[in-house]
């Protein structure tokens, strides 16, 4: 099994920045993609950012530009910096990796919590 737990939410003004860190852990040899994901009140999960094991990068045509996905290996951690924040970017945040884990299977990590983003105008 593998975990993840996300931080750095809170709030803020429209205009604003806020970096969101994921910590994933469990029986992890290596990680493939690692990704954030955003889900509003009332609405579904939607992809924000993805980070392949190769580095190459995928945004939601809604926060290109202003948002940042990163990952460190060495820590197993993945980043999102969030500038020029808006209203519309409030949800609660989460992440998900994808791994082979040691005993060479692969899958996807539970989802966490979660961290709350709220963003005023």
């Known amino acids: 099994q593998v975990q993840v737990v996300e931080s750095g939410g809170g709030l803020v003004q429209a205009g604003g920045s806020l970096r969101l860190s994921c910590a994933a852990s469990g029986s992890i040899f290596s990680i493939n993609a690692m990704g954030w994901y955003r889900q509003a009140p009332g609405k579904t999960r939607d992809l924000v950012a993805v980070i392949s094991s190769d580095g190459q990068l995928t945004y939601a045509d809604s926060v290109k530009g202003r948002f940042t996905i990163s990952r460190d290996n060495v820590k197993k951690m993945v980043y999102l910096q969030m500038i020029s924040l808006k209203p519309e970017d409030t949800a609660v945040y989460y992440c998900?990796?994808?791994?082979?884990?040691?005993?060479?299977?692969?899958?996807?990590?539970?989802w966490g919590q979660g961290t709350q983003v709220t963003v005023s105008s």
């Open positions: 998900n990796v994808a791994v082979q884990t040691y005993s060479s299977t692969y899958l996807v990590s539970d």
